[in-house]
């Protein structure tokens, strides 16, 4: 493929990405995205075969939780590599609003695509999991219920993302992507008892 032809399909699914983020998977045709993209609008089908299989490209050219096999040596150990998980979703989604959107939006309204969403990000949570397990058996962390650390764990890494109509009560309109990240994790280490957390 020519650096021509990259271009053009990255354009189309930084469009689509976009597009599927301010007016969903069904509100957004293909003659949009090709619009948005500047593209000729048989160019989807020629790259990619159909909206479908953009949506499926967006994930697997932008979600960072592809690359958690090639990051095994840093989140074998339970703390280290439960903290960098959390650190890398709470980071995705405060600067790749787009498709941290779109994700929530297939996931609460449980749309066909909700298979594609958690094909991708259920490995990150799975690993998460067994970083809890394995912690726990260590010592490491304390906790009485595996399935309700995970919930408490996935709750407070995600709950900016939540708060909807409750953003009026923050002191901040736009939170800030450090600040949030340690703060999380600080709050998340220290309900687990993990060590250096403060008692």
Known sequence: MTQT?????????????????????????????????????????????????????????????????????????????????????????????????IIQQEMVLNTPRAEVVNSFTSPVWSKARMLLEQGRKEGLFHYESLDQALLFVMGATLAHKQIGCGRTLLSLHDLLVDETVEHTLHFILKALGAPGSPA
Do not use: W
Not at 31 to 49: D, H, K, M, T
């Open 5 to 101: 032809e990259t271009d053009m399909k990255m354009r189309i699914l930084y469009a689509a990405k976009k597009l599927f983020s301010r007016q969903g998977f069904q509100g957004t045709s293909v003659r949009q995205i090709c619009e948005e993209a500047g593209a000729n609008v048989a160019l989807v089908s020629y790259y990619f075969g159909g909206k479908e299989k953009v949506f499926h490209a967006i994930f697997e050219h932008f979600f960072p939780g592809r690359h958690l096999s090639e990051q095994e040596d840093h989140i074998a150990h339970p703390v280290q590599g439960l903290s960098l998980i959390i650190r890398e979703i709470i980071r995705f989604s405060l600067t790749d609003r787009e498709l941290s959107t």
